[in-house]
């Protein structure tokens, strides 16, 4: 399955986004740059008939958590550094619970802090993930995500994308938990995380932040 194949059906599948029309969908994929892959070709009912719902929802975890990263000599899978995430939030971090452990999301406590932590292969739809508590997404930026963010107030104020491949942020949520993260990637794998350039430059643009000297 193909990267875009694997972000549509997580798109289908994914309760969160409600139900989509194949214009809905089309559009979508148009604005993500994703021209060339027919939205009749996975509806909910084909991709549902091809497996069970469990064993569906299992094959697209093991998609996500497969994707790799390569840093500098080094290589991972998401779901190793998920993985490794937890762990370092169970034994490194005082205050910080593990709520719940998913094999793409990690529901974490700081204090009286609440967030998710989430694997995505696309960013889909993205404003339709937005929920009560700070969402983390870890996945692939795009020009169409990030124009999404700039011109969405309340999804910026809720969720954040980090991509880990090419180590670019779009984070304007207060959460400390966003902010263990980085620690995590810096103690752990040497790397930091830098705000997207074509994201900062939109919130100036917008008059949002400014950058003004003296």
Same mark, same amino acid.
């Given at each position: 399955?193909?990267?875009?194949?694997?972000a549509i059906l997580? *798109?289908l599948?994914d309760?969160?986004?409600g139900?989509?029309?194949? *214009?809905?969908?089309?559009?979508e994929?148009?604005?993500?740059?994703?021209?060339g892959?027919?939205p009749?070709?996975l509806?909910?009912d084909?991709?549902?008939g091809?497996e069970s719902?469990?064993?569906?929802?299992?094959?697209?975890?093991? *998609?996500?958590r497969?994707?790799?990263i390569?840093?500098a000599?080094?290589t991972?899978?998401?779901?190793?550094?998920?993985?490794?995430?937890?762990?370092?939030?169970?034994?490194?971090?005082?205050?910080?619970?593990?709520i719940?452990?998913?094999?793409?999301?990690?529901?974490?406590s700081?204090?009286?802090?609440? *967030?998710r932590?989430?694997?995505?292969?696309g960013?889909?739809f993205c404003?339709?993930?937005a929920?009560?508590d700070?969402l983390?997404l870890?996945?692939?930026?795009?020009?169409?995500?990030v124009?999404?963010?700039?011109d969405?107030a309340a999804l910026?104020s809720?969720?954040?994308?980090?991509?880990l491949?090419?180590?670019?942020?779009?984070?304007t949520?207060?959460?400390?938990?966003?902010v263990?993260?980085?620690?995590?990637?810096?103690?752990t794998y040497?790397?930091?995380?830098l705000p997207?350039?074509?994201?900062?430059?939109g919130?100036?643009d917008?008059?949002v932040?400014?950058?003004?000297?003296?």
């Amino acid at each position: 399955m193909s990267p875009a194949e694997l972000a549509i059906l997580e *798109a289908l599948t994914d309760p969160r986004l409600g139900e989509l029309s194949e *214009a809905e969908l089309a559009s979508e994929l148009a604005a993500h740059g994703l021209i060339g892959h027919d939205p009749g070709l996975l509806s909910r009912d084909e991709a549902a008939g091809r497996e069970s719902g469990h064993e569906l929802a299992r094959h697209l975890d093991e *998609a996500r958590r497969s994707r790799r990263i390569e840093w500098a000599a080094r290589t991972l899978t998401f779901g190793e550094l998920l993985d490794t995430f937890a762990r370092f939030c169970e034994e490194e971090l005082e205050e910080t619970t593990v709520i719940e452990r998913a094999p793409v999301r990690l529901d974490l406590s700081w204090r009286r802090e609440r *967030a998710r932590v989430e694997l995505r292969a696309g960013l889909l739809f993205c404003e339709r993930l937005a929920g009560g508590d700070p969402l983390l997404l870890l996945g692939d930026l795009t020009e169409a995500a990030v124009g999404r963010f700039l011109d969405d107030a309340a999804l910026r104020s809720r969720v954040a994308v980090y991509d880990l491949v090419r180590l670019e942020k779009v984070n304007t949520v207060r959460c400390s938990i966003f902010v263990h993260f980085e620690w995590f990637l810096r103690d752990t794998y040497g790397v930091k995380i830098l705000p997207a350039a074509d994201f900062t430059q939109g919130l100036i643009d917008r008059g949002v932040i400014s950058l003004g000297f003296g």
